[in-house]
């Protein structure tokens, strides 16, 4: 470590650089927290402050400042007033008279501690060396330190209010055009340009009817091949007059066993532009939930069928998938190969993910844990209906229930009303979407690399002043060896 310091520098062990001095009496369990108070209690916890309390007899009785350290979750605080020590987890630690306390923190905070998890950290914390510069040094480099993080800390949080006006102007672009203000009606554009257009209760009423003969179409050809089998298992020939009346009778039995989707309830929603209509999910489109197959079957994995997990389910489009499964495992299972254009919907999770959606660039099934919404099957836009499913996450992720982990299911997505336009309307504002959001992602995408850039730029600020490159040497300054021996003089006097 040495022989990338200055030479005027020197190593103080732990025990040398911090006394503990935590109270094993004056702390405040989490639970007698108040909400305000004349002390401050200082905890282990992400924020600085855990709570207050007017409980004077609690007041840590070493005098500020001292450095906090969190025995569980390694955070290290500052504290320069008088505080009540939280109880569970901390340790307060007196900066000795080799160190600036400013330094003895920045020290800490700077210290590589390897994570245990959320197991104790203290036993690592005692055999650290730290970095001990002449204690003229240290204040040169402690405000050296401060000042550039300061500008820094201005810097990032210009940064933060930028995303936050870039999400509230995506907001506003995405409730614009779900409500019509984005871009011309097509029913104004139709009278202006002298012309007939279809409206959405037309495009509905087709959506609806080519379902019906999809469905009809399907069962009667399940029922027609079963028949088929039936057949040739009797040792029966199978004629294509056979055939023919065969898969008449399953459409008429098919015709009578389908059932028409259920339209939403449009008392509470709110009136639409002209030539708008309300459906919803499940009326408008198919809405398949997906499967896992069993991970002990090898044979299962590994295929060539493009498998989503609900992690890959983030606001995006699906081009390529992290696994695959075989014919096998979908055979196997419930999940489906939905076509390009299937917007996929995440149903589990009190994280991001419940609510979230995608779009499918290639055919693939999914987990249990999405939905896949068919959208490219009917004359509807995909890209429409993804951008209303992203105005409408949070209302989305309201709609799950349950108590650890709240849900959304095939019922619930099912539900979920759709303002849907004509077609041409809707096409118009997926590209205007497009446009407008394309520049929105590109600053995103700037800031979030700009975000990035000052973490590691405020690593190197603390590397450079703990290898001596931040600030300018004195020779004029006490060695930091002369200090270091003063203070295990102190020490060994201290202890006769």
């Not at 907001?171 to 959405?200: F, H, M, Q, T």
């Not at 973490?455 to 002043?465: C, G, P, T, Y």
Request: aromatic share 8%.
């Amino acid at each position: 470590m040495r022989n990338c310091v200055p030479a005027s520098w020197r190593t103080i062990p732990f025990d040398l650089a911090f006394k503990n001095v935590t109270s094993s009496k004056l702390k405040l369990p989490r639970g007698s927290y108040s909400v305000t108070g004349i002390y401050p209690v200082i905890d282990q916890g992400e924020d600085y402050i855990g709570g207050y309390t007017d409980d004077e007899t609690l007041v840590h009785p070493t005098p500020p400042p001292v450095v906090v350290f969190g025995d569980h979750t390694r955070a290290v605080k500052y504290v320069d007033r008088q505080f009540v020590q939280g109880a569970d987890g901390v340790k307060v630690l007196a900066p000795s008279s080799a160190m600036s306390p400013r330094f003895a923190y920045w020290s800490l905070s700077h210290a590589d501690i390897t994570s245990r998890g959320y197991a104790r950290h203290y036993s690592l914390v005692r055999k650290l060396e730290f970095l001990l510069p002449p204690l003229p040094e240290q204040h040169r480099i402690v405000e050296a330190v401060e000042s550039y993080l300061t500008r820094l800390d201005d810097a990032v949080a210009s940064l933060e209010r930028v995303q936050r006006n870039l999400e509230r102007y995506r907001a506003s672009v995405l409730k614009a055009a779900v409500e019509g203000r984005l871009v011309p009606i097509e029913a104004a554009l139709a009278r202006k340009e002298g012309r007939s257009y279809e409206p959405a209760s037309v495009l509905l009423e087709r959506i609806l009817v080519e379902r019906k003969i999809r469905w009809i179409e399907d069962a009667a050809e399940k029922a027609r091949a079963k028949a088929e089998a039936r057949s040739l298992k009797a040792g029966k020939p199978w004629t294509p007059e056979d055939d023919a009346l065969a898969l008449a009778k399953a459409r008429k039995t098919a015709e009578t066993k389908y059932k028409e989707p259920e339209a939403p309830d449009t008392a509470d929603l709110p009136t639409l532009p002209e030539g708008w209509c309300w459906t919803s999910i499940g009326e408008a489109f198919e809405v398949l939930v997906g499967a896992t197959p069993s991970r002990r079957e090898s044979t299962y994995w590994n295929g060539v069928i493009p498998w989503v997990s609900s992690g890959e389910i983030m606001f995006n489009r699906i081009r390529a998938t992290r696994e695959t499964i075989t014919e096998a495992g979908l055979a196997n299972t419930s999940t489906q190969v939905s076509p390009p254009g299937t917007v996929l919907i995440g149903m589990i999770g009190e994280g991001k993910t419940r609510g979230q959606v995608a779009i499918q660039e290639i055919a693939a099934c999914n987990n249990q844990n999405s939905a896949a919404i068919r959208v490219s099957e009917t004359p509807c836009i995909s890209e429409y209906v993804y951008f209303y499913l992203e105005s409408q996450y949070e209302q989305t992720r309201r709609r799950g229930s349950g108590g650890n982990q709240p849900a959304l299911s095939k019922a619930r997505v099912s539900v979920i009303p759709l303002p849907l336009p004509p077609a041409a309307e809707q096409r118009s504002i997926a590209l205007a979407l497009e446009e407008k959001l394309s520049v929105e992602q590109a600053i995103t995408t700037q800031l979030v690399y700009a975000q990035k850039k000052s973490v590691r730029f405020r690593q190197s600020i603390l590397k450079w002043a703990f290898e001596g490159k931040l600030v300018e040497q004195n020779p004029d300054d006490e060695p930091a060896s002369a200090l270091l021996e003063r203070i295990r003089a102190e020490r060994s006097e201290a202890r006769r």
